[in-house]
């Protein structure tokens, strides 16, 4: 396995978690960094480069992001956005594998890239429903601000330091597993 293949997972993975937290933080940015030729992408992803792709995916960044400070519509987007994170890790993933056959592209960009979105927007959905539980809600903006904060440096750590920022999603598995087994005692 080559230098570039690993650093390609890397990113991938951190692409990967920032989608467990904004689906469609790490899309824009991931496409805003093709158009630049700061990275390279998968050969049947370049559409990610094009400049309605960065337009679309901009939108809809910015109508998810600020979606989460609506109450009662965060509840929403949080019951559908572990599937959509999924799919959204799963992409990043497929997109930033180069030179690898279909079949290990496939089945790294699901198992990695969707596990890993699924399991951050698990912790993220729990997070921001004690928070709701506890506060009734008016915690939840500091959460959401919280979370595209992470979403975007982890974004822009992936995409120029892809090593670090493979480290910094260990090091927010090991802090939730930590923080998890701390609730449950």
Known sequence: MSIETIISICLGIGLAASAGFRVFVPLFILSLASYFNWIPVNESWSWLSETPAIIALGMAMVFEVLAYYIPFVDSILDSIAIPLATIAGTAVMASTLIDLSPLFTWGLAIIAGGGTAAAINSATAATRLTSTATTGGLG??????????????MSFASIFIPVIAFVLVLFIFFVGIKLFRKIIK
């Open 140 to 153: 939840n903006p500091i959460v959401s601000t919280v979370e595209t904060g992470t979403a975007t440096v």
